[in-house]
C-alpha cells in the first residue's frame, strides 16, 4: 500500500464555484498539476457524484466526500476544499434532497479497501461541530492539515487494513 500524500498543497481554501461540478473540477485540476491523479480523474468524480452523491448534512457545516475508481489514481491521496460559498451537493444515500456543503473532502484512493479506515476516521471528524466550524474559519492551511493529521491518524492509515 502507497503511503497517503497530504500537505499544504492539495488544501485549498476560498474555493470558489456555484456548482459541485465547478468545485470538483477546481480540485481534479489541482491534484492532476500535482501529478497525483489521471486525467481521467476529474470526469470520473464529477460522473460518479452524479450518480452517487456524498453530500452529509452534518451539524453546523455540511460536507461531501466525492471520490472515485482506483484506476484514476497515481498516489493515495486526500484534498480538503473550504468553499467560499456554500454549495448544494446531493445527499449520500437520497439523491432526491441536497444540502448546502462548506466542506469537501475528496479522496483518492489506490487500493478499494483502503477507503473504508479513512471513511471511518472521516465520520468521527464530521459529528464533530466544532472542529467543523474550525476548518471553515481557519485560513492557515498548516493549522488545518495538522489538526486534520492528528484527528484522522495517517499513520494508521498506512498499515494494511
Same mark, same amino acid.
Given at each position: ?16 464555484? +456555484? ?13 492532476? &498539476?500535482?501529478?497525483?491523479?489521471? &486525467? +481521467?480523474?476529474?470526469? =470520473?468524480?464529477?460522473?460518479?457524484? =452524479? ?36 454549495? &448544494? ?5 437520497? &439523491? ?15 487500493? =478499494?479497501? +483502503? ?21 471553515? +474559519? ?24
Amino acid at each position: 500500500m502507497s503511503e497517503l500524500f497530504f500537505d499544504e498543497s492539495i488544501i485549498l481554501l476560498d474555493v470558489d464555484g +456555484s456548482t459541485k461540478e465547478d468545485v470538483l473540477t477546481v480540485m481534479g485540476n489541482n491534484l492532476v &498539476e500535482k501529478g497525483l491523479v489521471q &486525467e +481521467s480523474f476529474i470526469p =470520473a468524480i464529477v460522473a460518479r457524484e =452524479a450518480e452517487f452523491a456524498t453530500g452529509l448534512p452534518t451539524a453546523g457545516v455540511s460536507v461531501a466526500i466525492p471520490h472515485t475508481d482506483v484506476e484514476h489514481v497515481k498516489r493515495k491521496t486526500i484534498s480538503v476544499a473550504i468553499l467560499k460559498n456554500e454549495v &448544494e451537493f446531493g445527499v449520500m444515500g437520497d &439523491e432526491t434532497e441536497t444540502t448546502p456543503v462548506k466542506i469537501v473532502f475528496m479522496l483518492a484512493m489506490d487500493e =478499494a479497501h +483502503s477507503q473504508l479506515t479513512l471513511l471511518q476516521k472521516l465520520m468521527q471528524v464530521f459529528q464533530n461541530e466544532e472542529t467543523l466550524k474550525y476548518l471553515v +474559519s481557519e485560513k492557515n492551511k498548516s493549522s488545518i492539515k495538522n489538526l486534520l493529521e492528528a484527528k484522522l491518524d495517517f499513520v494508521a492509515l498506512e498499515g494494511g487494513e
